[in-house]
C-alpha cells in the first residue's frame, strides 16, 4: 500500500529558513499537500502541488517536488515562532480524493 | 463563510459504551470525509460520502463504527460499543471538487 515518511523533528532558530521532507511510495499520486496543525487545532491546508509540477511558491512557502525520487519538501523562508506546529504530508492517487498522510514533522521555531 | 464544524471536541465515555460524533461540513460541498489518528500513528483515513452516499468506507476499521449523512449534509459517526483502542482524534473534513479538503478541528475521543 501507498506510504508516506516524515522525519518527526526539526528545531530551527527564528529568522532562518526551514526545510521539512517527506517521502512516497505511491508512483501514482496525483497531488501532495502540506497541512500544518498548530497546538488545540485542526487541520489547515497549507499549499498543494500538483505531480506535473516541480515547484510551487506561495509567499514565504516553496514547494519543490522530484517525482523521480518521490521527494517532496517544504521551505519556509523568514521562520516565526508563530509557524512552530506539525506539519503533516499528504498524496492522493489518480482518480481517488482520499488522502495518505505521513506522521508529521514538528516545527520548533526558537527565538 | 464558516469552516467545517465538529462536535463535540472532546469526549471521555467508558468502555462499552456508545458515542456518536457530528460533523457539519462546508455549505455546498458534496465530498465529505472522515478521518482518525490514533495516539503516535498516521492520520488514517476512514471514509467517504458523496452527497448522501458513501463512496468509499474501506477504511472503517471493523462493524463497530456506522457514519451516516441523512440529506446529504452533515454526518454523524457512531462508535458502539466502544473499546479502549477506538481512542484518538477523529477529523472530519469536506471538499467541493475532491482537489482541496478542508478539515474541522477534530473530536478527541478518549475511551476510558
Redesign the interface.
Known amino acids: 500500500g501507498e506510504d508516506v515518511e516524515q522525519s518527526l523533528f526539526l528545531s530551527v532558530r527564528e529568522g532562518d529558513s526551514s526545510v521539512i521532507n517527506c517521502t512516497y511510495t505511491d508512483s501514482s499520486s496525483t497531488y501532495l499537500y502540506w497541512y500544518k496543525q498548530e497546538p488545540g487545532a485542526g487541520l489547515q491546508l497549507l499549499t498543494y502541488i500538483f505531480s506535473n509540477m516541480d515547484m510551487k511558491q506561495d509567499q514565504r512557502l516553496t514547494v519543490l517536488l522530484n517525482k523521480k525520487d518521490k521527494h517532496l519538501s517544504l521551505r519556509i523562508a523568514d521562520t516565526q515562532t508563530g509557524d512552530s506546529a506539525i506539519f503533516f504530508c499528504a498524496e492522493s492517487d489518480t482518480g481517488y480524493s482520499t488522502l495518505t498522510f505521513g506522521k508529521g514533522t514538528m516545527l520548533l521555531v526558537s527565538p | 463563510e464558516a469552516g ?1 464544524t ?1 462536535f463535540p471536541s472532546h469526549s471521555v465515555i467508558e468502555k462499552g459504551q456508545t458515542v456518536t460524533l457530528r460533523c457539519d461540513p462546508i455549505s455546498g460541498h458534496d ?1 465529505l ?1 472522515w ?1 482518525r489518528r490514533v495516539m ?6 476512514l471514509l ?1 460520502f458523496v452527497k448522501e452516499s458513501k463512496q ?1 468506507e474501506s ?1 472503517m476499521p471493523n462493524n463497530r463504527f456506522l457514519a451516516e449523512r441523512t440529506g446529504g449534509t452533515y454526518s454523524t459517526l457512531k462508535v458502539q460499543p466502544a473499546e479502549l483502542e477506538d481512542s484518538g482524534v477523529y ?1 472530519c ?1 469536506s ?1 467541493q471538487n ?9 473530536t478527541r475521543l478518549t475511551v476510558v
Open positions: 467545517v465538529q465530498n470525509y478521518y503516535g500513528k498516521e492520520i488514517k483515513f467517504h468509499d477504511g477529523f473534513a471538499s475532491r482537489v482541496k479538503a478542508f478539515f474541522g478541528q477534530g
